[in-house]
């Protein structure tokens, strides 16, 4: 391998809420605790969970991400989708135009959410510096080479640059598995 590697994170089911939704799943005014940071600066885990009613069942205990975002965005896999009874749609965080909803529910209230389930399109997190030694630039498209005795090669992998981003690959917890990673592996960017 290369000298050039990019840490991975496994992305399990997880969901940001806006201001609205979050007044409305737990009181009005409430305000997200912090269970613990994430990668990215200014991300964390909150220590607040919801369950996701869909037809076909129900994922208890997902966890909120904060902080509060200006639109409610559910990423699950397309096996939590199975059990749902949803089939979400792969997409890059943000685009939501076409995926399907389902109920959330809080300690304090409902919301039946009309789009907003996705399974989050894989994607690297750069720093501009960090793309600079790659030779990448946001918004491009990549491939990522993973070893070990389950390697693959990841084909699409979306690149967003930012100089608030910490170097990171996520994935969701399907592909790392199929992969065979963990968090903290390293892969490297195909030329």
Do not use: C, W
């Amino acid at each position: 391998m290369s000298e050039l590697l990019i840490p991975v994170g496994l992305s399990n089911r997880h969901l940001h809420l806006s201001k609205e939704h979050i007044d409305t799943l737990f009181g009005e005014g409430y305000e997200l605790t912090k269970y613990k940071d994430l990668s990215q600066p200014g991300q964390y885990a909150a220590n607040e969970k919801v369950d996701i009613v869909g037809p076909k069942g129900t994922l208890k205990g997902v966890r909120v991400l904060g902080p509060a975002r200006s639109k409610t965005q559910v990423e699950i896999s397309v096996t939590d989708g199975f059990l749902l009874g949803v089939k979400p749609p792969v997409k890059d965080s943000g685009d939501l135009v076409g995926s399907p909803g389902a109920k959330i529910v809080g300690p304090k209230g409902e919301v039946e959410l009309e789009e907003g389930i996705i399974a989050a399109a894989r994607h690297i997190h750069m720093h501009t510096s960090d793309a600079e030694k790659f030779g990448v630039k946001d918004k491009d498209i990549v491939k990522i080479k993973v070893g070990g005795k389950r390697g693959l090669i990841f084909e699409n992998v979306l690149v967003r640059v930012n100089p608030n981003y910490a170097l990171e690959m996520h994935v969701d917890i399907d592909e790392g598995n199929a992969a065979g990673l963990k968090n903290g592996d390293k892969v490297e960017i195909i030329k």
